[in-house]
């Protein structure tokens, strides 16, 4: 019973190196999502996706990249790390809309950029 | 642009007391969904309780019941005989209902520490 499951838990990065957060879920859920949590902050949404091969953006979309090649997996890329780019990040999916809107998500993962 | 704002950044209450957590929004829309989330340590967002704006009834979960005032746009959480594994950071989250322009996003409130001591 994995739910969604993020990869790594952790990370440190260099200013200007990349990198991509694995997600991946095991519902058979349409929609999937990609937030960010900035200390004391709510979530920002940063791209989402309504099905294998459709992806859009969502409030924070600059400095990522996503794409959705498969129902189960939604990697986030980081293409050049910024400072700014400090976050901890969640992947998250849901059935769909209506009385299916409870999204799951995966335990996070904190990202520092250095 | 729909907002959601939670006013209390912490709270503290004795284990076996109820607490309420304050949520307001602000919409033009009629229909909505209304949710709380919970965050533990652990990190893992984890959904407490949701309420759709067209039922008038409270949604309740066990320990965990809704005060929901369309009117006032207010969607208050209600903690009956809190226990200690219920501190976490709760969170107020808005959706629109599918639409074109919905982005299919939950806007989320800043959050409230809630903190039960023994």
């Known amino acids: 019973n994995a739910g969604v499951t993020q990869t790594p838990k952790f990370r440190i990065l260099k200013i200007g190196q990349s990198m991509t957060l694995q997600c991946t879920q095991d519902?058979?859920?349409?929609?999937m999502y990609w937030y960010r949590q900035d200390p004391g902050m709510g979530l920002k949404l940063i791209y989402y996706?309504?099905?294998?091969?459709?992806?859009d953006k969502g409030e924070v979309p600059n400095g990522y990249n996503v794409s959705r090649s498969t129902t189960e997996d939604f990697p986030l890329r980081l293409e050049l790390a910024a400072p700014s780019q400090t976050s901890v990040y969640f992947c998250a999916s849901s059935y769909g809309l209506g009385l299916n809107t409870e999204a799951f998500f995966g335990q996070g993962t904190r990202l520092t950029v250095v | 642009a729909q907002t959601v704002t939670q006013s209390q950044p912490e709270m503290s209450v004795q284990e076996a007391e109820t607490v309420t957590l304050s949520c307001t929004y602000d919409?033009?829309?009629?229909?909505?969904?209304l949710f709380w989330y919970k965050q533990p340590p652990s990190r893992q967002m984890i959904l407490v309780i949701r309420q759709e704006a067209y039922k008038q009834q409270n949604a309740t979960e066990n320990r965990f019941s809704v005060n929901f005032q369309k009117a006032a746009k207010s969607f208050s959480l209600k903690i009956s005989d809190s226990q200690l594994g219920d501190t976490a950071m709760y969170f107020c989250?808005?959706?629109?209902?599918?639409?074109?322009?919905?982005?299919?996003?939950?806007?989320w409130g800043a959050g409230t520490k809630l903190i039960i001591k023994p």
């Open positions: 519902m058979n859920h349409n929609y």
């Open positions: 989250a808005f959706m629109k209902p599918d639409g074109l322009d919905s982005n299919y996003q939950l806007i």
């Open positions: 919409t033009s829309e009629n229909n909505y969904y």
């Open positions: 996706s309504v099905g294998a091969g459709i992806t």
